[in-house]
């Protein structure tokens, strides 16, 4: 009471504590103990058979990490006492050279990580204990081996010794004996080892072996520490957006040995097999063996089944565990355990990695079984591993050099002959052939070629090049912009990387990672099961966010409607001026030198639009489908200068150039420009909607969309436009039609001015490509594969704002734009259309807007499913278990 | 009391007035008289001689126009009752057949606007009153030619016949009279004249003139009502940015007749000189004659001096009147008077039109003569106008056809031969030739010729291409993107719209208007006299917002403190890299294949830097100077494709090819992917410090800036390796040194999150013209000439945002980061940097704002000090008198 503000922080430094016993830390989490050693701790409260121990917390890391690399004040006392416990509770003393306590020592952060140290085994032997230990276990076979794992592990993770140099030793003396086995060495030998590893020690590190047990544990704990900024540890993190200041908690373990002869030996189990999710334990054992043999791989383990036979006891005790286990965390568990002299001990429990396959299964029987309920199952599944069900993938198992690398454009792996043209491309694949598409860059003179092949290798262009953006409709797997790639056409052949291909040779591509691989791999076909449909069901129970897709043809749109999409949140319509037919109608169009003309060619487009436009709206019967009017600047549909067929459109080829054509004539700047393009657009739209609600008896609900608007004054005129052209329509045909006008929002303006907006709008689409791209001036074609790519290695951005929505900037814009416009009006349609709506962490942004929808690419509609089902959930306090630890 | 609403709206209905008489409406204003109608109330209410007479104010028409052209309910009889009063007053009534009532009609809207219908005379006329008039008068003449004179504007103004058709009936008449002036004209011919006048209107509106007074005036009002639409009327205000929807009011005045013999007249007159601002009457007058005789021009008047000796009394009365009207208004008026028979009335005053010199010259005087107090003069300058005073000037006088028209890119006129090459440019006016520069495009290749031509014409680029930027800094006159314009460089000719010119041949160009003009026009030299000083001082004296110069040479820098500049707030580091000698070296670095390569080449380059720095700060001795590091893509620097000067010239060129530059690799993200480049600049930059600051004895204030930051991350790296930078240099030469480290806000995405960088920044300077860019979505150089052109054509928008800024989208994204940063640093320096900084309506805006500081182009400084002036006393509520009326 009489402290002041100092005294205060004194007291609370000084009460602070850095260890934790596994027996106190029950309740602690994997935040402050990481992911080990909360497993340990939780196990030991569920009165499960764990080895005593202690965890030094994650704060203890920050602290250490804070203070350039020097141990917390006050750590060193704290290890001492829960060391004294240790020794009490083990009946041994640490150090003691005559039965000494042995610890092992083993990294844990609050999320799994590879690239860590991982475990020091036996510590606490030194030249004198392991006599010691000898005696008191009546067995120098076993005391020396711990002892040489020890020198050869600690030289490692200490002191940065290449462990190569330990195993040559090692592989040495096992061929001047004769043994093919480490078993097969005796006392003698491994005397011999802990010499000649001594020698190595001593030799790398200028001292002796540490001889004092305190000193190796203290030295180890600030591996670990250290081990957490390792580059390895560094890169893993940057992947996988793990903050940088988590730090990692370290256990220390009392050791129990596998080792010890036949009636040990160590092992691995899951409580489901994590490749189909079947219930049962899965997993397998080593007899007379140390936990890191099982990992190392060098003898061959048995399945866990047959442990009935060697470990009836344990075996029954470790069903009986990995059943308490699920209860108690109720989800699939992997856990490393070890059997000595007969009893089990268990020295970690995560949860497990799994299948996209398994982990929907698992979801599903649990719920069966009661562990969970329908919406605990939901909120389970990883919504980014639904792309490995949707699409053929390259077979976990399998093994391959990646010969080149590319951007990851559309998911889905293929194995095929490359073929460098499209009319080829059809052929072959038409007659049957596996074939890939291997081209400079793509245009839409290759579709049918595209439509043929099983996947698309491009030399150019982004994540939104032409391959890519088609690819991706159809669900099929692209590696576009892949820079090591040439092409020479004339000669039949490619260069990709140092290997230099001729057009007939099979290559794979991995769609999902851009990965570009000589030869065949073996891939995993498409996996949609009744699990699926059954928890992408309950997942719709619970969201609130409406799911459509983002799809330009009927058969786009059919897909997206297969895998539950509502309706149609983008139709883009320059897709449709793209095709072969059409080309050189809607070039007649742009080379026309006056309105009349302009008006002619359109006229002889409009029966072409309003054919696709009642096939999609034939597709999508009942539902709603935004129909975006021409985007793109013009230029895009003429060929390039030098293709050029007359000196007319040379010349307008010319005139439409762009320094910026991002920022150029395009969007609803080419409607107010060129009315009669948008006229046509929406007279077309009217009549299509009219035939199908003839044809269907049900009337679509046509949303008319006008994209890049920045002034509400755009809008207003174009909406005048819009209502007087459907209007005479519908005069003209003495019919009704219920439809919407509305705008995308893409512009930073437009967020800003979304009150002004709103009041001419029925509707708005956040168009996130584009505005990523003006709210961070990242051109996404000149980013991607360029300085994107290198802030992304260099950690300047966590994430790609073209794949996950930038939440505090784009996002922020978002905010505002919503807040805004429902000042103007309350009950404005909201949703969004960019790639974003099939990204798990953006959809959930959009949840928290409380968007009425999200649209993204058929193939990811399951995804936003999921995901919205997800966002719901997390705002009632429904969440996932992290995997790992 | 006991209404409910609906009665209490009928009330204020039933209670609107729509007419007040010139007595009842001194204090009205000119929002609802207009300005015409409040300048004749103003002089009633002051005891001025001015006809009775009422307005129609500017409500009733705008409730004309809402309802569709239907006079408001109430108005006829509203003026019934107010022509009651008129008749009264005069004595006489209004269509009396033996003594009527005449009146004139005028329109007048709040703000001046020509293309509205101006003035029916004598109205009330008829063919029987015409006679009552020549009796009472005892001049039938008189009578005759008012009443012609009435058909003729009449028919002209309100049935829209061609006054050219009544002209020619004249003419005719004069003809066979053998009379060259209209006074040669005696009663007879004129009775002849107005039936032939008559038979004229009815041919065209297949009626009689109407013989109604009272039909007349409604007919009259109606017509300026409907005059407010007039395509001219519309195009005038777009072009002055004047709302729709102000409506006009009508003016109805009792005539008084100039016309009615040697003792009468009419006449214009300007308190002051209006072109030099001298003090004492001004103006012309016609003995004999009505108002639109003087400004029709059909004679010739006479100055107004001469008027002392024909008219002394009115001379006299005209005199004190000026005197008693400037003392009022405080404001130099313009005013038409007419004298009958001996009597002096005032029909109109409105602030009189002036030169920039004569706004200067009359400011500062009125302070003398304590007519103004300072703040009051310095708010009276137009602060557009001294761009008048700074560069040469077409002669107001002077006639010419426009034979082209580009951008107005640089302001300023200039005359010369052509010359279509940079050498021959530099070669003829270094011999004293005036040549103008006329090419395709300008190239930094082409400084040379630039330099000493008199001005800059291009076909092609925006207001931010090349050749405008030099021009702009040089203050130099250009006109760009000519799209008119094309050249046949081997045949040294060139077509300028339908005119084919060759080299050598004489054009004038008007940078301030974008005219292309064949032949030489008069100029008027730039008129820096002292007035222009002491103005100024008196804006320094009262303004907040301090005036930087963008400026990247000594030149400029110096130039820019001839104007006032209180330092530099953007010197653009690029500009030094185009020069001659350096381009080789830029290209090396740009070339080189590993980092060492690219330090070589840098080190090189680093002495040049050095200098330049060096001259720029000495220039600017004691005030403080904002440096940009590279910013500009690296491609920008390279040759066109077609003229690498190796493979790997080519392949690099290709390499970084972007297809949105705007959006690409440049500004920071250049200095976190090549830290070298900004490396060198930061130590030039500390050198050249360190060595003016012992040349001079005075450190100068040096301000770091980091363009296209979008990122707190970005600028938080940048920021420590310009520290680090700094330091190893300051520790080498052991000196200190105080800078600033900060960043532009050019992103829609810094403005958002400027919260998190201004952690990282001492100083935001705001880049308007590419936050423009990417808040609207517009690349500037595809804008201009193209869409953007359209849209102000249309009325899309008001104003091309790139001069003034969009301060409901740009301004309020501006205005978010101001707040966010100063939440985090409340004492953040800000300052713009962007052209806006130049404009006057964007200065106010940055004052609002808060701003520190705004800098603009050397030649804008005066122009923005004035404004930042006026920006403060508008906020005391001291803002300037409107022009015109």
């Known amino acids: 009471m009489g402290l002041g503000p100092m005294g205060e922080f004194e007291l609370r430094a000084m009460d602070r504590r850095y260890i934790y016993d596994f027996s106190e830390g029950g309740e602690l989490g994997r935040e402050l103990l990481g992911g080990k050693g909360a497993g340990l701790a939780e196990m030991t409260s569920i009165g499960l058979p764990v080895p005593a121990g202690f965890t030094v917390t994650t704060e203890a890391c920050r602290e250490y990490m804070r203070r ?308 605990e199952a939901v909120a389970r599944v990883d919504p980014s591993q639904l792309d490995q069900l949707l699409h053929p993938m390259i077979d976990p198992q399998a093994e391959y050099e990646v010969a080149a690398r590319g951007l990851n454009a559309s998911p889905g792996a293929a194995t095929g002959k490359i073929v460098l043209d499209a009319d080829r491309a059809e052929e072959q694949g038409k007659a049957g052939e596996a074939v890939v598409l291997v081209r400079t860059e793509t245009t839409p003179d290759d579709i049918h070629g595209v439509i043929e092949a099983r996947g698309v290798l491009t030399a150019h262009g982004g994540m939104t090049s032409h391959a890519a953006v088609v690819a991706r409709g ?38 999902g990672t851009g990965d570009v691989i000589l030869g065949e791999v073996d891939l995993v076909p498409p996996q949609i099961d009744e699990n699926f449909g059954t928890l992408l069901g309950w997942a719709d129970d619970v969201r609130r966010l409406r799911v459509r897709a983002n799809a330009d043809t009927p058969e786009d749109a059919a897909k997206a409607r297969e895998f539950g999409a509502e309706g149609i949140g983008l139709c883009r319509t320059e897709h449709m001026f793209m095709a072969e037919e059409r080309l050189p109608l809607v070039r007649a169009m742009i080379l026309a030198t006056s309105e009349d003309e302009r008006r002619a060619a359109l006229d002889r487009l409009l029966p072409f639009q309003q054919e696709d436009f009642e096939g999609i709206l034939a597709a999508m019967a009942g539902l709603p489908v935004t129909i975006r009017l021409l985007d793109p600047p013009l230029h895009e549909f003429l060929p390039p200068l030098e293709e050029a067929e007359s000196a007319e459109m040379a010349r307008r080829i010319r005139a439409l150039r762009e320094a910026n054509p991002m920022l150029g004539t395009r969007g609803c700047r080419l409607g107010l420009l060129y009315p009669e393009i948008y006229e046509m657009q929406v007279r077309a739209i009217v009549r299509a909607a009219l035939a199908v609600a003839g044809r269907t008896g049900e009337a679509p609900l046509v949303e008319i969309m006008h994209p890049l608007v920045g002034f509400a004054e755009e809008l207003r005129r174009l909406r005048r436009l819009t209502l007087d052209t459907a209007s005479s329509e519908l005069e003209q045909a003495e019919r009704q039609l219920d439809y919407l006008v509305g705008t995308m929002i893409e512009l930073p303006r437009a967020c800003v001015r979304a009150d002004e907006i709103a009041a001419e709008a029925d509707f708005f689409s956040f168009g996130t490509n584009d505005l990523t791209q003006t709210t961070l001036g990242f051109s996404r074609d000149d980013a991607e594969g360029k300085f994107l790519t290198r802030y992304l290695e260099d950690r300047i951005l966590d994430a790609n704002p073209f794949e996950t929505l930038d939440v505090s900037g784009v996002g922020d814009l978002m905010r505002i734009a919503v807040e805004r416009a429902r000042e103007i009006d309350p009950e404005i349609k909201l949703g969004i259309c960019g790639e974003h709506g099939g990204d798990a962490r953006s959809v959930a942004f959009c949840h928290e807007l409380g968007l009425a929808y999200v649209s993204c690419s058929p193939y990811r509609v399951p995804l936003a499913r999921l995901a919205a089902a997800q966002a719901t959930l997390a705002e009632r306090g429904v969440t996932a278990v992290q995997v790992g630890g």
Chains 1, 2 share one sequence.
């Open 68 to 375: 350039g690399g020097r141990l917390p004040d006050g750590l060193a006392e704290e290890v001492q006492e829960h060391v004294g416990r240790l020794e009490e509770a083990a009946g041994k003393r640490f150090g003691d050279p005559s039965d000494p306590l042995l610890v092992s020592v083993r990294s844990g952060a609050a999320v799994s990580m590879p690239g860590m140290m991982d475990t020091i085994l036996n510590l606490g032997l030194n030249d004198e204990a392991v006599e010691g230990l000898a005696r008191a276990t009546g067995n120098e076979r076993f005391a020396l081996d711990a002892y040489r794992r020890l020198v050869q592990m600690f030289g490692d993770v200490v002191d940065g010794i290449e462990a190569e140099l330990f195993e040559r030793e090692l592989t040495a003396l096992k061929a001047r004996r004769g043994a093919t086995q480490d078993v097969e060495l005796e006392s003698g030998d491994l005397r011999e080892l802990v010499g000649r590893f001594g020698e190595i020690y001593s030799r790398h590190t200028g001292g002796p072996f540490p001889q004092d047990a305190r000193d190796q544990l203290e030295r180890a704990v600030r591996a670990v520490f250290d081990s957490w900024n390792t580059p390895r540890a560094q890169v893993y993190r940057r992947a996988n957006g793990i903050p940088d200041d988590l730090g990692t908690a370290v256990n220390v373990v009392q050791m129990v040995f596998g080792n010890k002869g036949e009636d040990s030996g160590t092992g691995v189990a899951f409580t489901r097999d994590p490749s189909t999710g079947e219930p049962g334990m899965w997993g397998e054992f080593l007899v007379n063996a140390q936990g890191e043999d099982v990992v190392a791989g060098i003898r061959t383990p048995e399945p866990i089944a047959a442990m009935r036979k060697r470990f009836p006891g344990a075996h029954d005790r470790l069903t009986e565990t990995m059943a308490r286990l699920e209860e108690h965390y109720r989800e699939m568990q992997d856990i490393e355990f070890t059997i000595e002299e007969g009893t089990l001990y268990l020295l970690q429990t995560r949860t497990g990695k799994r299948t996209a396959a398994a982990a929907l299964r698992i979801a599903v029987d649990m719920v069966t079984e009661s562990l969970l309920t329908r919406e």
């Open 474 to 511: 159809m669900g099929k797997p692209c590696v576009a912009g892949c820079e090591a790639l040439s092409i020479d056409l004339s000669a039949r052949r490619l260069r990709l990387g140092a290997h230099d291909l001729a057009e007939g040779d099979v290559i794979t591509i991995d769609g």
